[in-house]
T-cell receptor, first 112, second 115 residues
């Protein structure tokens, strides 16, 4: 069974610090990787997508992908209280018929 | 771009009634739409995958006769919860993608409460 693993947290980070969220996946042939943010009571919203090894930066967010080690991470620089949410990692590929396999999410708390 | 809407946002119904939820991709054509359910403080659970013009594919444990899905066009999918019971009360969320493996964009969700 293809799996995506995330630490459920909560991960507590002081305001202004870097929050680091990690995700590992079991399917070696996964091709697309996504980070979504979900506020309590709301639906998920896309933060970043990444498809190739290395770093991808978008504002305060950086996604990092290492296919050899089968992990993908999300860094949030200069963390703000508004970043407090649950962050969901999702992975898909040919073997899963492109269906997203979801992690359970990491709850992030940014303390002022 | 890539906006997905859902209607209604919130519904309260009596036990035994049916409820229809609409999911629309507003500015793109969605080859595939997905229906999820999420209970409080729990993970997203995929219920079914819906492809335009074909029958939906249901996840294990999801009753296809209870959760009817119709994907009538490339911009509209509907989920009907038939003979709803209090245990069906949940947050129902749809998502849509333009092509296989592309980004899924989520609707705002529908909160269903069955009395």
């Amino acid at each position: 069974q293809k799996e995506v693993e995330q630490n459920s947290g909560p991960l507590s980070v002081p305001e202004g610090a870097i929050a680091s969220l990690n995700c590992t996946y079991s399917d070696r042939v996964s091709q697309s990787f996504f980070w979504y943010r979900q506020y309590s009571g709301k639906s998920p919203e896309l933060i970043m997508s990444i498809y190739s090894n290395g770093d991808k930066e978008d504002g305060r967010f950086t996604a990092q992908l290492n296919k050899a080690s089968q992990y993908v991470s999300l860094l949030i620089r200069d963390s703000q209280p508004s970043d407090s949410a649950t962050y969901l990692c999702a992975v898909n590929g040919v073997d899963s018929n492109y269906q997203l396999i979801w992690g359970a999410g990491t709850k992030l708390i940014i303390k002022p | 771009g890539a906006v997905v809407s859902q209607h209604p946002s919130r519904v309260i119904c009596k036990s035994g009634t049916s409820v229809k939820i609409e999911c629309r991709s507003l500015d793109f054509q969605a080859t595939t739409m997905f229906w999820y359910r999420q209970f409080p403080k729990k993970s997203l659970m995929l219920m079914a995958t819906s492809n335009e013009g074909s029958k939906a594919t249901y996840e294990q444990g999801v009753e296809k006769d209870k959760f009817l899905i119709n994907h009538a066009s490339l911009t509209l999918s509907t989920l009907t919860v038939t003979s709803a019971h209090p245990e069906d009360s949940s947050f129902y969320i749809c998502s849509a993608e333009q092509g296989a493996g592309e980004t899924q964009y989520f609707g705002p969700g529908t909160r269903l409460l069955v009395l």
